[in-house]
């Protein structure tokens, strides 16, 4: 992750996807402090996290190259210094929460579907509440993450 940061950082040629990263940025910014921007910007981040979370159905793999997508979108506005660095650093805490929580739910997937092999159904739930409760610990401080980083934007 943190060398998608670095390669997003150091990356100076212009390219589409920059291009099209900045007007979408620039679209955002003009409209800049209205409480509906401001609930725009807090739901498309939480779907971006349950999305992700989501991707570790696919044993993680999906959700690692999104992780490393939008890990060098952050250090490709940490170069241009276009963001607020602290909404920057509060957003990469919430993606290394998104990973983990999807590598959770890949860890949930595989144990079902051992359970489902070896026929020992009884024994599934006891084998899926801990890492249920470390979702869902997850969850909270992403939410929390991303309230905080709703009401930085708002300022």
Known sequence: MLLSVFTGFNNNVNSPLKDLIFYQLSSIQISHGLLFDNLSFFMNNLLTVVSIILMGLSFSILSVLSILFNSSNVGLLLSNN???ILLLIIELIYLVFSLTGALLVTKM??????SLLSGNRSDMTKKLKVPLKDLILSLFFIIILLILESLIYLI
């Open 109 to 114: 997937e595989v144990r079902f579907i051992s």
């Open 82 to 84: 276009s963001f607020n």
